[in-house]
């Protein structure tokens, strides 16, 4: 009877894949990973507020370049420590003057009785950062003492490519409807017809919506990937577009060149992707989210970041708008990022809407499965898929997003046909389970 109910205290379900706090089942899980939540290139000599799977924090560089990831406010009397002064020793609560180094200990207390020891007793919610290729990340979990390797993500180790950070994006809605919108590939020959997937030349031969690519979700040590595929140019051959998510929340794709830069499509097939463009998803709470974005180049363009630059500024929405719309989002189709925000920040919450599923939501339903699965292990105290050992520090992570031509290959083993009532009511007609 006891362990009965022990399995019911740690069922997951779909709600808890939106629910970010700390006490929630998603929440335990998110905190067992590193997430990104700065840039070092961002972070000065002034501090940084940020809040992160629902808690408000400050984040800091003291004059020595040690990196610090403290609680909001000060535990004397509550005082926001985004104000401040940043020194060689850590941050100075304006209020008082407590000093606090980068693992949350007080080191000096300027109005308490000279000699008094009250300082050692004090130690302020902290949370351990690493940098890596220009991202910092934090953990949060509650073995802070002893956190796993941060992964070292290809894209953020130098391989003699070149590297671009892209301005951090800020979203008002759940972080779950952007991530796992990328195992929804349909959407790309439907949603984004006019703009960067219709509108190239190479889009129009790969993503048409008269004539689509097939796909295939396929699960993987890190998550699962989408591989959308059409006949090569030879019977031997295959074009083929790979998307890779990551947990807890990583999208790798590969056809940065082809869809936003136009490079030479002839080259391109010939020789695949030369880009990994990698964005880390970070919650701040269950209804606002962060997004830090790299690309990693490492073909023969020699001015890529500039030209991706370039052909991204024509992306402009190509509607007119009558004059008595006054839909808030108007104008945006001709603009992938504008579609993605109106078509995912207006779903709502996960647990609070209705929906239908189809086989076409084969992905979305394996991206829901794999992070229920995830979530499970972590709140039973397991390791979830992810999260490195240690002997895997030094081991880089690469994750599959290739795309050209390659060799045709078989379909995977493991895929199985999708129908209504699978997976715990999603499938063709089904409702998800809202518990």
Not at 144 to 166: F, K, M, N, T
Not at 178 to 192: G, I, R, T
Not at 255 to 279: N, P, Q, V, Y
Not at 282 to 287: G, I, K, L, Q, R
Request: negative net charge; charged residues 25%; hydrophobic residues 30%.
């Amino acid at each position: 009877m006891k362990a009965d109910r022990a399995k019911q205290r740690v069922e997951v379900t779909n709600a808890d894949l939106v629910h970010v706090s700390r006490g929630t089942s998603g929440g335990e899980w998110f905190r067992r990973y590193w997430l990104a939540v700065g840039t070092s290139a961002d972070l000065r000599d002034v501090p940084v507020r940020v809040k992160l799977l629902g808690e408000e924090l400050v984040l800091f560089r003291d004059l020595n370049g040690r990196i610090g990831l403290v609680g909001l406010h000060c535990p004397h009397r509550g005082s926001s420590l985004e104000y401040g002064d940043i020194e060689e020793r850590g941050i100075r609560c304006p209020y008082h003057g407590w000093l606090f180094d980068v693992s949350g200990q007080c080191l000096e207390q300027p109005a308490e009785p000279k000699g008094n020891l009250f300082h050692q007793k004090i130690r302020h919610l902290s949370y351990p950062v690493k940098e890596l290729g220009g991202l910092i990340f934090a953990h949060l979990g509650r073995d802070s003492a002893s956190p796993p390797p941060l992964p070292r993500y290809s894209p953020l180790i130098d391989r003699g490519g070149i590297r671009q950070i892209e301005p951090v994006r800020y979203y008002d809605y759940n972080w779950l409807n952007f991530y796992e919108n990328s195992a929804d590939p349909s959407h790309l020959w439907v949603l984004h017809r006019q703009s960067g997937y219709g509108a190239q030349s190479w889009g129009n031969q790969f993503f048409s919506s008269e004539d689509p690519p097939s796909y295939e979700a396929i699960e993987t040590d890190y998550g699962m990937k989408m591989v959308m595929t059409k006949p090569g140019p030879t019977p031997d051959t295959e074009y083929v577009d790979t998307m890779s998510l990551a947990l807890p929340s990583i999208i790798q794709v590969g056809d940065t060149e082809f869809i936003h830069a136009r490079l030479d499509d002839a080259t391109l097939m010939k020789e695949g992707s030369h880009c990994e463009h990698i964005l880390f998803l970070t919650p701040n709470d269950d209804d606002h989210f962060m997004i830090f974005t790299i690309d990693y180049y490492t073909g023969r363009e020699l001015n890529f970041f500039a030209r991706l630059a370039e052909m991204r500024s024509q992306e402009a929405p190509k509607e007119k708008v009558k004059e008595y719309d006054k839909r808030p989002y108007m104008p945006y189709k001709g603009n992938v990022r504008l579609e993605d925000i109106v078509t995912q920040g207006t779903q709502g919450l996960l647990d609070q809407r209705e929906e239908h599923l189809g086989v076409s939501d084969r992905g979305v339903i394996m991206l829901r499965r794999i992070l229920r699965e995830a979530i499970q292990t972590a709140v039973g105290g397991g390791r979830p898929k992810g999260v490195i050992e240690k002997r895997e520090a030094e081991t880089p992570v690469e994750l599959d997003s290739f795309t050209g031509v390659r060799a045709k290959t078989p379909p995977h083993p493991s895929l199985s046909p999708v129908v209504g009532g699978e997976d715990k009511g999603e499938g063709a007609g089904g409702k998800h389970d809202p518990r």
